[in-house]
């Protein structure tokens, strides 16, 4: 299922949804606005809201049983928005725009920032997550700004969850005029609240990732290979010579894999050419190339056409051997039996070097196609022509396997998945909210900083209005037009 099904079945619910609250509206008039009254429902083009009392009580009364704690936890927050986090995000945005936008200039520091799709750039299966990733973030944004308030005696309305498309946004309402009241420091911690929550979530995220493997080890074994566990429907891996449902991979050309990152490096790795040392003995006895080769497309066949298990391959010329043959010679060998047993690979960087009485031979294909040796436990290994991408996008695995059957209805990989969208959300909603854009909490940071100048250079209200406006037009006009392009750009490059 593409992005277009997923943007057409959204289409169909809010059609749906906009129809029955028309009906209503027209057929039963008062008790439907009873109704939405009583239970904060609100219907829009393409969105609908939540809002309720329900958890003000409760909000408040926490926050006042930690008053001590969370007024020092609130005052740190604010200081490392400020003064760390706020000028960070600057540098990136700046950072970007030149990078992007100036081919001159290379900045290889740079984070990478990209827009998230489900359905273009992530799997549309992990649409659910992507939107419980968000919601999460997104409230416990909003929670820090309703403890932080409370903590200041400033009237909490209400919250609540704003529905727009697919994403969910959650927000509270806060009495103005009570905010505006407060001192410059105290309306500070309330603004940084959420960027700061954000923050701790992130890296609350990121410890609980690194750590997964040690606290399920007990339930998990891991640092045996890689399991395969389902493949895309377009995957050219899952044919009948190709890899199997829990097939444990174990190494990929050589590169040994014991975890997911193994895999993703080995992946990496395997757009290094490389050809595999092979006995004189072996040749002789197994060479079953053409009289004449031809050449297509700037590669040599050296097999039968109706040969489908034979493959040519390329004399390359050892700096090191018994028996040196120049290059440009070929056999026609089948690599099935070549990597039988352990093969060990020949290099460039290592000049194509092999042991005496064996011969470095190079599969013979385009610059396009690569040959991986995909080994399994207790199974031959499987040879593979095509990019090594095809398999980072269409064979997905898991390096958790249970102790127990017990278990094997669960994968930490499901929990690592999560705390994987958890960490890039929350980085990307604080860093949204940091930037001085228009509607933001970097807005009113921005305008609060700009007062403390004022006050410091005995300015006048002139001074605050009119750098607040230009530091929002600025940001707006920055960070609006960059959305735009990272959405752009993920939805044509895919």
Known sequence: MSFTVLCSFALAFYVVIWFFDSFFKSCMHYPYYAFLEGTGLKVGILNFSWTTTAFNRFIYRWSKNLTRILKKWFTCGYIITIFIFLPFAIWTLMAFIFEHFYETIQLNTVPEVKAMLPGVNIP?????????????????????????????????ISIGVYVFTIIPVAFVQLNT?????????????????????NLVTALIALLLFFSAPILFNIAYETGIGVRVTDFSDDSPLKDVRGLELDDVVTSINGCEIKNTNDWSY??????????????AEFIAQNDEIMMETVKENDVVECCRKDDLYSFCFEYMEPKIAGD????????????????????????????????????????????????????????????????PYDLHKTVYVDQYFPRIALFSFFSPSQFEKLLRYVFIFSMGIGFLNVVPCYGTDG??????????????????????????????????????????????????DN
């Open 177 to 197: 005029e009570h905010l505006n009241s407060l001192a410059i420091t105290k309306r500070l911690r309330i603004y940084c609240a959420g960027v700061w929550h």
């Open 266 to 279: 080995c992946l990496h790795m395997a757009h290094n050419r490389f050809g595999i040392c092979t006995s």
């Open 324 to 387: 040196s043959v120049l290059p440009g010679q070929y056999s026609c060998l089948r690599p099935r039996d070549m990597i039988k047993n352990k093969f060990t690979k020949c290099m460039e960087a290592d000049g194509y070097s092999c042991p005496r009485n064996s011969h470095c031979l190079k599969p013979s294909m385009n610059n396009h196609t690569y040959l991986l040796v995909i080994e399994r436990q207790n199974n031959n290994p499987v040879l593979y022509l095509g990019l």
């Open 124 to 156: 549309l299966s992990d649409f659910w997550v992507y939107f419980l990733s968000i919601g999460l973030c997104s409230t416990l944004h909003e929670l820090g700004h309703a403890m932080a308030a409370a903590q200041e005696d400033v009237q909490l």
């Open 443 to 492: 807005h009113h940071i921005a305008r609060n900083l700009i007062q403390i100048a004022a006050k410091y250079f005995n300015k006048n209200g002139d001074f605050v209005t009119f750098f607040t406006v230009f530091t929002a037009v600025v940001g707006t006009g920055i960070t609006v037009p960059m959305l735009v392009y990272l959405f752009y750009q993920a939805i044509v």
